[in-house]
């Protein structure tokens, strides 16, 4: 029967039903159908056949093969260990909407396993004009090119310390915003290319254009062709864009937000970024360090979200370092002056008063809202957050509609964060595709935000930890230290601190490490994995310190703060 | 107009060569120098340069292909080699888009599909 099947399928490549040419794969069986091997008792060839046996065959490979397409001519036959799906052309085994962090990984997972990928990814315009090329926020406007500016500033910290160590360098050093802006956009721009070859590389099919779903299984590409892809496993990853603030006039036609300032030719100049975000205080810290004159507006608490000892020990040192600060402030309106500056008037709410001042660049870094608009997600009937427009998901990443999922900085209640977004990416694949059952771990997920003074942070706040278990339940570990290079520089380390969290009772496990100061990232990085294994603070002072380094000083952390005593580092 | 080829050797003669088509794309192939018979000493150049050569056909009107010889061996060796230090390039055979950061190198070049992106693709 097989050899006749074989011969049947060799010579006719069209459906016997329909005539439609179809596309023959030979997949595994399906994890969690029933009995290994035969799947479909009864299926069989259409041609003669009951319409029962192929409809319930039709309804048991919806239910279990990731590929089946349901089209009203595919059939299946059953071969033992193998199930032979028909499918129509022109179809893919996955299609993902996005090529950021999260789709660009899944999808190239996805191709390793031998399935056909397909991409869409476009990038609407900012109000400001500024487009970008594949790759995501990350590659583009986000992660890439905010570390380049920060290293940038740095490098300018850098070479006001080395006087102290020797080296003759006319002060005051200057910097000039294009030159640095062309060296970050090249650099991105290969980024875009790197990521085209690799996509060529690993056959995935890439299209430049935004998608739009017409159905759950059908997406549009917007074009003017319009050309329609359907697909039965779709992954959503369009991320998120800066938010503009509503009531502010003048907000959109004057302001600009992070899509722009990356991508800028000339100098912002004197500079007011507009919010409390890791965003803004990120932008404003290499401002000032290469030389602008910067000023935060915040509305209320900065980093939201995030350990508050530790965010106003940031503030404070961008204070102490040359960023304004205007606290409790939120602007009412924008406008043009005949100079081209820009006129920003703010409502003071400590002073009940209202100021003003001219800049040249207004930056508004107030939220990011889900890249929702034109994918049309009613028609698939994919269901989003009321309040945050972002897109539900399950721990499988899957969305209310079987077989639609998202990823990345789309969903609702996930870190807004590359590597998270790429791992979610990779092991859906793998779900998908190569019969593995993990799911992402969205816990301790370690991060830093990357002001002048970095502030790098592994598990809970001090905060979460004391709604959680309880401030008897938990010890805090603290000490504020000097970096070795400051001490020559004659560098201010008033907010270099560190603060470990930990259980009170029996093994004492680590809840949450805290880490300011240089290299903030390279530090928690390491320690994230001894979080992940559920280190505890014996373990820790077992740990023997790295000398002279700032990370040592985790392993030496002793002081509590419920002694009360003074947590100042002292000489070794 | 369509597409033209300039053939050059040398790093100065490609530099004087591709300031004078300065506002037009320009398409480069680095190879390494042939022998009296017309062989690169550089195997990959070979293999490379008949499947740049099928694609040149999808270049953009009123681009230059320009087909640059490096030098022998002995010259491109040199880790100080002007190509290596000014243009950046790390290895022949590479195919690029003069003044972008797109580029193909060494067994990139095989791929007739990577070579039609590069003439293509923005």
């Not at chain 1, 406008?335 to 400590?350: G, P």
């Not at chain 1, 001219?358 to 009613?378: H, I, Q, Y």
């Not at chain 2, 060494?106 to 003439?119: A, I, N, Q, S």
């Amino acid at each position: 029967m097989l050899r006749g099947l074989g011969a049947r399928l060799a010579r006719h490549g069209s459906c016997a039903l329909t005539g439609i040419i179809a596309h023959l794969r030979l997949l595994p069986p399906p994890r969690t159908a029933p009995g290994a091997g035969l799947l479909c008792a009864g299926a069989a060839l259409s041609r003669g056949k009951p319409k029962s046996a192929i409809i319930n065959c039709k309804n048991r490979c919806a239910k279990y093969c990731p590929s089946y397409i349901p089209l009203p001519s595919s059939w299946a036959v059953s071969i033992p260990f193998f199930h032979v799906v028909f499918t129509g052309k022109n179809e893919y085994d996955l299609l993902v909407i996005g090529g950021g962090s999260g789709g660009l990984a899944c999808a190239k997972e996805a191709a390793q396993f031998g399935r056909k990928v397909a991409v869409l990814d476009y990038v609407e315009p900012s109000p400001q004009g500024t487009a970008w090329g594949l790759g995501g926020t990350c590659v583009n406007v986000g992660c890439i090119p905010k570390k380049l500016m920060h290293q940038a500033a740095l490098l300018g910290s850098s070479l006001k310390d080395a006087q102290h160590y020797g080296w003759s360098i006319s002060q005051p050093v200057h910097h000039t915003w294009s030159v640095m802006a062309q060296s970050v956009q090249n650099y991105v721009k290969s980024l875009n290319w790197g990521h085209r070859v690799q996509l060529q590389e690993k056959k995935v099919k890439y299209f430049n254009i935004k998608g739009s779903f017409s159905d759950p299984h059908t997406v549009r590409g917007l074009t003017k062709a319009g050309k329609e892809v359907s697909c039965y496993n779709i992954v959503i990853a369009t991320g998120g864009r800066p938010k503009y603030p509503v009531h502010v006039a003048g907000a959109l036609e004057y302001g600009i937000t992070s899509d722009d300032l990356f991508w800028l030719k000339e100098s912002p100049g004197k500079t007011l970024i507009v919010g409390a975000s890791y965003v803004s205080l990120e932008c404003a810290g290499f401002l000032t360090g290469i030389g602008l004159d910067t000023t935060v507006m915040m509305r209320s608490i900065p980093l939201r979200g995030f350990d508050q000892q530790m965010a106003s020990l940031v503030t404070e040192h961008m204070e102490s370092y040359g960023t304004k600060f205007l606290k409790r402030c939120f602007p009412t309106k924008v406008e043009k002056l005949k100079s081209n500056r820009l006129q920003v008037t703010w409502k003071n709410a400590d002073l009940g008063t209202e100021e003003t001042d001219s800049f040249n660049t207004v930056m508004w870094a107030v939220g990011r809202a889900p890249d929702t608009k034109t994918l049309n997600l009613e028609a698939a009937g994919v269901k989003t957050n009321s309040e945050t427009g972002k897109i539900i998901v399950d721990a499988s990443e899957a969305t209310s509609v079987p077989h639609i999922y998202a990823i990345g900085d789309i969903t609702e209640g996930r870190p807004e964060l590359t590597p998270t977004a790429i791992a979610a990416g990779k092991l859906l694949a793998q779900r998908l595709f190569s019969q593995s059952s993990e799911l992402m771990d969205y816990d301790n997920v370690p991060t830093t935000v990357f002001t002048p003074l970095e502030y790098g942070c592994v598990g809970l706040s001090e905060e979460a930890a004391v709604q959680r278990h309880g401030s008897d339940n938990i010890e805090v570990y603290h000490a504020y230290y000097k970096p070795l290079e400051f001490t020559v520089a004659e560098r201010d380390a008033t907010q270099c601190y560190i603060k470990m969290v930990c259980l009170r009772e029996r093994e004492q496990r680590i809840l949450g490490l805290h880490f300011i100061g240089p290299n903030a990232g390279e530090v928690i990085q390491g320690f994230a994995l001894g979080i992940k294994c559920g280190a505890t603070y014996p373990q820790m002072m077992k740990t023997v310190g790295i000398h002279p380094t700032c990370a040592e000083e985790v392993t030496k952390l002793h002081i509590t703060k419920r002694s009360g005593l003074d947590a100042t580092v002292t000489g070794c | 107009m369509g597409w033209e080829e300039v053939q050059v050797r040398g790093y100065p003669e490609f530099v004087r060569t591709a300031q004078s088509y300065h506002g037009r794309a320009i398409f480069a192939l680095f190879c390494g120098d042939k022998d009296a018979e017309g062989r690169s000493w550089c195997p990959d150049c070979v293999t490379a340069e008949p499947i740049v050569r099928k694609e040149l056909h999808n270049l953009p009107d009123e681009s230059v292909f320009i087909y640059c010889l490096v030098g022998d061996r002995a010259y491109w060796k040199d880790p100080n080699n002007e190509f290596r230090k000014n243009l950046k390039l790390t290895g022949v055979p590479t195919l690029l888009k003069y003044g972008t950061p797109q580029k193909l190198v060494e067994e990139e070049c095989f791929k007739g599909e990577l070579v039609r992106m590069l003439f293509t693709e923005d």
